[in-house]
């Protein structure tokens, strides 16, 4: 069964502090990574990963993939109170016939306090 | 999102009632799909479809049936809703997942009492 552990579960920092939040997968020919962050509503999209070692980078977020040991990294820099939200790490198996299901972990809840 | 709404925004049903959750799109892709969302449990797939007429369970179907007669419309009916179906519910789209990844409608927050 496939699989993804996020840690930690949840995480309280100060402005201005840099995290690192944790995401290991167990999957069937694994085809890519995402992170997403959610506020109130709707998870939106972060990052895509695919190829192990090549780190994406938006402003002051970045994730890593690691292949060989599968887990993947989310650091955030320099956080702000806006930062504060659950942080959301899938993984998409690679199937024939392309459903495309993402299975997601349980999510990191981020607290970023002034 | 725009391109991905969903309906009602909330809704408050009694136990052992009816209740149809709707997901509209406008991007005409291929693929959507039914997730929920409780806490200590994230995000988990009830159904999915990879075309009209063409649907699948996800790990959590028991209880729920979709339909999908086009594409832009997919429907999740809870038969005979209980208690521990109270939950947020998203719906999402993609075309190519391994390549753009899930857009999520804005969620429907169903409580059954």
């Known amino acids: 069964e496939d699989k993804v552990v996020q840690s930690p579960l949840s995480l309280v920092v100060h402005e201005g502090d840099t995290v690192t939040l944790n995401c290991s997968y167990e999957?069937?020919?694994?085809?890519?990574l995402l992170w997403y962050k959610q506020e109130k509503k709707a998870p939106t999209f972060l990052f895509m990963l695919t190829s192990s070692g090549i780190e994406k980078k938006s402003g002051r977020l970045s994730s890593i993939l690691d292949k060989k040991e599968l887990f993947s990294i989310l650091n955030i820099t320099a956080t702000q109170t806006g930062d504060s939200a659950v942080y959301l790490c899938a993984v998409i198996p690679r199937t024939q016939g392309g459903s495309e299901k993402l299975v997601f972990g349980k999510g990191t809840k981020l607290t970023v306090n002034p | 999102d725009a391109g991905i709404t969903q309906s009602p925004r909330h809704k408050v049903t009694e136990t052992g009632t009816p209740v149809t959750l709707r997901c509209h799109q406008t991007e005409n892709h291929r693929y959507m799909y039914w997730y929920r969302q409780d806490p200590g449990h994230g995000l988990r797939l009830i159904h999915y479809s990879y075309g009209v007429k063409d649907t699948d369970k996800g790990e959590v179907s028991d209880g729920y049936s979709v339909s999908r007669s086009k594409t832009e419309d997919f429907l999740l009916t809870l038969e005979s809703a209980t208690s521990s179906q109270t939950s947020v519910y998203f719906c999402?789209?993609?075309?190519?997942?391994?390549?753009?990844?899930?857009?999520f409608g804005s969620g429907t927050r169903l409580t059954v009492v």
């Open positions: 999957v069937t020919n694994f085809r890519s």
């Open positions: 999402a789209i993609s075309e190519q997942a391994g390549v753009y990844g899930y857009t």
